[in-house]
């Protein structure tokens, strides 16, 4: 079991940028896939973007690709969502998730999540 404790949200305009930061604690850091889903108000949670455990594989959901990338630095132990180019779309409680493979990360690990809001 991992523990992770998201950082980095806050307000901040549309175009602007925010790096999100994900603690993680335990030895096991650099086995697990790491992903990053989000939930807006009156919405379903949903995928945004995942990484391989060693960082040589990442995925992303179509609405952030091109604009958002996720790193991992597994020295450190943490997990990284670099957004660019932000819209109020993007708006929502931004969480962290580990698991061994990537198709169980909705069944893995979590944060408790970080509000990211983007004004117009």
């Known amino acids: 079991q991992v523990q992770l ?3 980095g949200g806050g307000l901040v305009q549309a175009r602007g940028s925010l790096r999100l930061s ?3 604690s335990g030895r096991t850091f650099s086995s697990y896939f790491m992903g990053w889903f989000r939930q807006a108000p009156g919405k379903e949670r949903e995928f945004v973007a995942a990484i391989s455990s060693r960082g040589r594989t990442t995925y992303y959901a179509d609405s952030v690709k091109g604009r958002f ?6 020295d450190q132990t943490t997990l990284y969502l670099q957004m660019n ?3 109020p779309e993007d708006t929502a409680v931004y969480y962290c998730a580990a698991a061994p493979l990537v198709a169980t990360l909705t069944r893995g690990s979590w944060g408790q999540g970080t509000q990211v809001t983007v004004s117009s």
């Open 69 to 74: 990338t996720i790193s991992r630095d597994n």
């Open 5 to 7: 404790l998201e950082s």
């Open 22 to 24: 994900c603690a993680a």
């Open 85 to 87: 180019s932000l819209k």
